[in-house]
């Protein structure tokens, strides 16, 4: 690359961590801010993530939101690298083998009730039925 070009991948990467940035800053959470902004949280993850190509009138849009100037978007964020996700919840030890066991093993285990017997397939006798 020549001095002076932009790498646009690490431009919208930029951006939408500083946008994280500046969300924190005001103490909003992703859902909080993505209802502010008529966004899914999922839309909002995406722009944080850098995966979005947003529009002019979407950076000013979220500029007034953050009550922020547009140069304030632009500019790089304090922290290049990715904030780490959720903070881990002292019980998510437990939650590993959930996809594994299944989820009514999962409740059955969490709440001390008995698992349901599996679901009979279409035309399946139940067990102990006279033939």
Do not use: H
Request: hydrophobic share 35%; glycine share 6%; no cysteine.
């Amino acid at each position: 690359m020549r001095k002076g070009s932009l790498d646009a991948d690490l431009v919208l990467r930029d951006v939408g961590r500083r946008i994280a940035e500046l969300r924190r800053q005001r103490g909003l959470t992703q859902d909080q801010f993505a209802d502010a902004a008529q966004l899914s949280w999922k839309y909002v993850q995406q722009i944080e993530a850098g995966r979005e190509n947003l529009t002019l009138r979407s950076l000013v849009r979220l500029a007034n939101l953050l009550e922020a100037d547009l140069p304030a978007l632009i500019e790089a964020p304090k922290e290049r690298r990715a904030l780490p996700g959720r903070p881990r919840r002292p019980d998510a030890a437990a939650n590993v083998g959930v996809a594994a066991e299944g989820r009514e093993v999962y409740e059955a285990k969490r709440s001390k009730r008995p698992a349901r017997p599996p679901r009979r397939r279409r035309g399946q006798r139940r067990t102990g039925d006279a033939s």
